[in-house]
């Protein structure tokens, strides 16, 4: 099991940035691709961006694109989620997650941080 903790979340002016952290430790954190997901009130938990084990690989939901970066630094057991543009629909809480696996489906991951929310206010 990996243990992932997020923080960085606040509320924000719209057009504002955002830098979330993951911190990871348990197994060994190179060894897992990483995910952030996000939730807003009365909506189902969706993908938001991907980073392989290695971060040569990242992909992003359309709603992300242009807008956030997914980073992570295997030396720090550490994944980073940095929002740009931030608009009054990407509030909600964000969670990190891992997964030995590819995917974009929340249920593909095996392990979840607790949150941390992001409010962009207008």
């Known amino acids: 099991q990996v243990q992932l903790v997020e923080s960085g979340g606040g509320l924000v002016q719209v057009g504002g940035s955002l830098r979330l952290s993951c911190a990871a430790s348990g197994r060994t954190f190179s060894n897992y691709n990483m995910g952030w997901f996000r939730q807003a009130p009365g909506n189902e938990r969706e993908f938001v961006a991907f980073?392989?084990?290695?971060?040569?690989?990242?992909s992003y939901a359309d709603s992300a694109e242009g807008r956030f970066t997914i980073s992570r630094d295997n030396a720090k057991n550490m994944v980073y989620l940095q929002m740009n543009s931030l608009r009054p629909d990407d509030t909600a809480v964000y969670y990190c997650?891992?997964?030995?696996?590819?995917?974009?489906?929340?249920?593909?991951?095996?392990?979840w941080g607790q949150g941390t929310q992001v409010t962009v206010s207008s």
């Open positions: 997650a891992v997964t030995a696996r590819w995917g974009r489906q929340p249920g593909t991951y095996d392990d």
């Open positions: 980073i392989s084990r290695s971060g040569a690989s990242e």
